[in-house]
């Protein structure tokens, strides 16, 4: 098939491997521009690395819907379909109107269920026990198009990054199985149940802030969700910790007496800290300026006795927020 692929991140990547591998014609790979970062060096999106070393022309319009120069590049190509895959940018009607089959969309759940932006985090924020890559034609809504494959799996004890990769593999093995049915015409076309459908947003750097007033179970799935970004942190001695890995300790999913964010006991094993339901044993943490390690590691070096009150409240302005007024 001749395909034009959108995509930006790490996820969308093996996707785009797949129908190389699978003898498609690429003729664009379309994705973000390049963006300043590491102290002013620029970079390039995971899609546009791999597009340049497979020698696939590529375009990085700031916005789609409103580059003309860009979208008469795709007309001119005339593809049979356009491929999206976490892309970044809503495509207008305009533009899923010019492939003759239409644009279709690997998507990170089962839809209806966490359609947007960050379904992969909100399946883990949200406790599912199992999620999965849906396949479909894309229409103008956001992701409430025609359903044609799904495929599922168990998150288990998985973060965000483990899942992600393991998504995006499954995504592009379906992908690659279902084409040939939308190229003869013989693929079956399913209606979303909106009445199931549920929706999630961007996440934010601010998303990451650890809450000791909720559950231990909830703040664990909070870690897991955000690793590797934005990560969760707290507030101590006016320094932000980040925290890569915890758990709830078992048998504590009821309330306990000490005020949400008391640490209530701190050792080897890790650092207890009681929360508005439960107690949640912090394993894995990161300093500001050191790498990650072990809470016995971090330890070692900081002083955090039983009865300390680790902040309980967000700071009023982040600083990524005070940058962003001085720039």
Not at 130 to 147: A, E, N, R, S, W
Request: charged letters at 25%; aromatic letters at 4%.
């Amino acid at each position: 098939m001749r395909l034009i692929f959108m995509g930006t991140p790490d996820f969308a990547v093996p996707v785009l491997q797949a129908l190389i591998d699978a003898g498609h014609e690429i003729g664009f790979a379309v994705t973000q521009p390049d963006r300043r970062r590491n102290r002013g060096r620029v970079t390039f999106s995971p899609v546009k690395e791999l597009a340049v070393s497979r020698g696939i022309p590529v375009l990085q319009p700031e916005r789609l819907s409103k580059d003309e120069a860009a979208k008469q590049s795709l007309r001119d190509y005339a593809p049979d379909a356009v491929i999206v895959v976490a892309y970044g940018q809503i495509l207008k009607q305009d533009v899923l109107d010019i492939p003759k089959l239409g644009c279709f969309n690997v998507h990170g759940s089962i839809l209806p269920k966490l359609r947007g932006a960050s379904p992969i985090q909100h399946a883990i924020l949200e406790g599912f026990s199992t999620t999965g890559v849906t396949i479909m034609k894309m229409g103008p809504g956001l992701d409430d198009g025609d359903m044609i494959a799904t495929a599922e799996t168990e998150i288990g004890g998985m973060d965000c990054e483990q899942l992600s990769e393991k998504l995006s593999h499954m995504g592009a093995e379906l992908l690659v199985r279902t084409l040939p049915s939308i190229a003869e015409g013989t693929a079956v076309y399913t209606k979303q149940n909106e009445a199931e459908a549920t929706t999630c947003g961007k996440i934010t750097k601010k998303d990451g802030f650890v809450d000791f007033t909720d559950c231990a179970r909830d703040i664990g799935c909070r870690i897991r969700a955000f690793d590797p970004w934005p990560g969760c942190w707290l507030e101590h001695d006016g320094k932000r910790i980040k925290i890569w890995k915890a758990e709830c300790m078992p048998g504590t999913e009821v309330s306990v007496k000490q005020a949400p964010g008391t640490v209530m006991d701190a050792s080897v094993s890790g650092i207890d800290v009681a929360c508005g339901e439960g107690i949640l044993r912090i394993t894995e943490l990161q300093a500001p300026g050191k790498k990650r390690m072990a809470a016995a590691d971090y330890l070692r070096g900081h002083r955090v006795p039983a009865g300390t009150m680790l902040r309980p409240e967000p700071p009023e302005e982040m600083p990524e927020d005070r940058k962003k007024q001085n720039e």
